[in-house]
């Protein structure tokens, strides 16, 4: 779960939530209705999202030269408060382009009709 603002956000599915998708997915299957389940992960998601403010940091352990100087981050990075969610709004940008849309009741779910 992440805490955003007084906001939480989750962006992962319970394992009620799972069996619930399955069976709905199944018994619809049994009524000539195919639902087709995706599930994926990605490894290095936190890297990949876009930062909408200038960060600066410390130099690494192990880079830092003692000159004092800092690093300007171009990409989210792993430990920043901000890398859960902009890896949600990059991958939710890249989910409705193609044609997907975030369920109401839980948005890491994406479906491509209306249930």
């Not at 018994?27 to 290095?44: A, G, H, P």
């Amino acid at each position: 779960m992440l805490l955003e603002r007084n906001r939480l956000l989750k962006n992962f599915l319970t394992s009620r939530q799972i069996r619930l998708y399955s069976n709905v997915a199944i018994n619809c299957n049994r009524q000539d209705l195919i639902i087709e389940i995706y599930q994926l992960d990605v490894k290095t998601a936190f890297l990949y999202g876009d930062l909408n403010e200038i960060i600066y940091m410390e130099q690494p352990e192990g880079f830092d030269d003692g000159s004092g100087r800092v690093c300007k981050l171009n990409k989210s990075l792993y430990g920043l408060k901000q890398a859960p969610r902009q890896w949600y709004a990059k991958f939710d940008e890249f989910m409705q382009e193609y044609g997907l849309k975030p369920s109401d009741a839980n948005p890491c779910v994406y479906t491509s009709f209306e249930l």
